[in-house]
């Protein structure tokens, strides 16, 4: 055979003057009757295999040429179906060389795909089943057009159509496993375009050929699953059960192959899943979040730089109505706890403060708790690199302080004492609670002594009061001192975690204990009675008793408890015994 004259005669051949086929086979491919049609295809196959037998290109060329533009493109509906069948028949008739005219054998099928005769769709169909059955792997050419023409097959409202299209899906299936050439480059950018289409139909035949594309040892489609993994996310929500499970069945194979394979794109994957966790699908939701586990655990330090946007996904779920969503995402929240405390790279701290402060507002109250254990995470981690934050993270911190839960409350002061443990951001710290209970008298009122006793527990309660009562010494507004030093007074009197500094006060035999009575009854004299209070804690007895006359008014008869004690010496006489001496 020459090749050289197949070649050129293939290229640019135009339909002849003079048609190649006989009256009668012309008749016949018009003809309303099927057998008729059949008949002129039969005849049209034996032309082509005299035509391939005597290597007559040219008259191969002129068939197909005449076939395409007199019945194919023909207005008659036919004709279409006999250009159709004919083709079909020529294919068959070229057997193994039909690759070489598949450009032109082709083409014309593919547009009779969107005829609008349903009877022409599935002689389309039928007729590209042929044409492919022959050619094989030579099809996968045109494999995106005929993939296209399928997809929207599948959802032909003609049952004889979608029969049709379905015999050649599944041989297109077939030559594509045993295929070593197909370009998964090529046909990704399709895919990914027609994965938004929510036809239940074409949502069934993507998944199909995803199963498929992904079972087949040569194509390694999980590089490009961030190209339609948002696409195969939305089918869970697809009111089909029978979609919703076909979907979830190959998110959890891709979800297998992420956890074994050695090398795994995650960025891209991460920026998709995250809106699913606040998806108003619960199946939705919960599948996002198990990704997530599981992106974290398999990727280990990998996931990094996407920790925070992460933490910000799955910290509002914790709480979530629906115990299995609640669950996994918990158990995100340990996976990425544990990535944290055992890795050494660097992450982005800013970016976890800024996502873990708007978790302050939540309205779940384990999610708040989950977001200030988050900051004393972050503090046991990085001490050193914390404290540049903690001027912006102060404030939110200390607004919590009015959350309306006490175990928040708790946290809070505990995460606040933490942060302190600097002298320079524990005295802010003191200054800041004297402002926040000064324009808030209901946080005073409610909150105050749960406050300070909590705070003792994490801080030496004498250097929390030494502190506070150096800062109200000179405070302006009488009555918000009074008020502050009256409860600060019943803490220091009743509460056990204030007993051991009792204790030092009880005997002032030290320096250090005269020392704090000092201070402490400078501001104390605030409130008459907290400062009598104070000095029968102190067992300064005799003091106690001059106070009571200085504070007693004879001409009104009552009790001045309103005067403010300007000056005190307490010092250790002689005699052993404790002096005290203060004027009003």
């Not at 995803?210 to 079972?215: A, F, G, H, R």
């Not at 030093?485 to 009743?494: E, G, K, P």
Request: aromatic share 8%.
């Amino acid at each position: 055979m020459s090749s050289v004259r197949m070649s050129a005669s293939v290229i640019g051949s135009a339909a002849p003057t003079v048609p190649p086929l006989t009256p009668a086979t012309i008749r016949n491919l018009g003809d309303k009757l099927y057998e008729k049609r059949k008949l002129g295809a039969l005849e049209v196959e034996q032309l082509i295999k005299e035509a391939k037998e005597a290597n007559d290109a040219d008259k191969i060329a002129n068939i197909l040429a005449y076939l395409t533009n007199n019945f194919a493109y023909s207005p008659s509906g036919n004709q279409r179906k006999g250009g159709l069948i004919a083709l079909a028949a020529s294919a068959i008739g070229l057997s193994s060389e039909t690759w070489r005219y598949i450009n032109k054998l082709v083409p014309p099928v593919l547009k009779c795909f969107t005829d609008q005769d349903s009877r022409v769709r599935y002689y389309a169909c039928e007729s590209m089943y042929n044409i492919a059955k022959v050619a094989r792997a030579k099809i996968l050419a045109y494999f995106n057009q005929i993939f296209d023409g399928l997809c929207r097959l599948s959802a032909d409202p003609d049952l004889n159509v979608k029969n049709g299209a379905q015999l050649l899906d599944r041989l297109l299936k077939d030559i594509i496993t045993e295929s070593d050439s197909f370009d998964i480059e090529h046909f990704i950018p399709l895919l990914k375009e027609r994965i938004k289409v929510q036809n239940a139909f074409v949502r069934q035949f993507l998944i199909g050929w995803i199963t498929v594309l992904d079972s087949v040892p040569d194509i390694d489609l999980l590089d490009s699953l961030p190209e339609f993994l948002d696409g195969l996310f939305r089918m869970l929500s697809d009111t089909a059960p029978d979609i919703k499970r076909e979907a979830d069945n190959v998110l959890c194979e891709f979800l297998k192959e992420i956890r074994t394979a050695p090398h795994v794109e995650y960025g891209p994957m991460v920026a998709i899943l995250i809106p699913f966790c606040s998806s108003k699908d619960e199946f939705m939701q919960l599948t996002a979040l198990r990704w997530i586990n599981e992106f974290i655990i398999s990727g280990n330090e990998q996931l990094l730089p996407f920790s925070a946007q992460l933490l910000g996904a799955f910290l509002p779920c914790i709480a979530h109505s629906v115990r299995a969503i609640g669950e996994e995402a918990l158990k995100a929240n340990s996976s990425l706890l544990q990535l944290l405390h055992d890795t050494n790279k660097e992450f982005a701290i800013s970016e976890f403060l800024d996502t873990i402060t708007q978790q302050f507002l939540n309205r779940s109250v384990l999610t708040r708790l989950a977001a200030l254990h988050w900051v004393l995470i972050l503090h046991e981690k990085t001490p050193s690199k914390l404290i540049a934050f903690l001027d912006s993270l102060y404030p939110p911190l200390l607004k919590t302080l009015s959350d309306s839960a006490d175990e928040v409350v708790r946290l809070d002061l505990e995460v606040l004492a933490r942060l302190s443990s600097n002298d320079t951001y524990f005295d802010k710290l003191m200054n800041n609670l004297i402002h926040l209970f000064a324009t808030d008298n209901h946080l005073l009122e409610t909150r105050g002594c749960l406050i300070i006793r909590q705070l003792s527990l994490h801080i030496n309660p004498e250097k929390i009061y030494r502190t506070l009562a150096e800062v109200l010494i000179d405070e302006e507004d009488p009555d918000f001192a009074g008020v502050m030093i009256q409860t600060l007074n019943i803490i220091l009197l009743t509460s056990t975690e204030l007993f051991d500094l009792r204790q030092h006060l009880k005997e002032l035999e030290t320096p250090e204990s005269r020392d704090l009575f000092t201070v402490l009854y400078r501001s104390w004299s605030h409130s008459a009675v907290a400062t009598f209070s104070l000095c029968l804690l102190a067992q300064a007895y005799e003091h106690a008793t001059d106070l009571v006359f200085t504070l007693y008014v004879p001409s009104a008869t009552i009790w001045s408890t309103s005067r403010r004690l300007r000056c005190v010496c307490v010092r250790l006489c002689v005699c052993g015994s404790v002096c005290v001496c203060v004027c009003v």
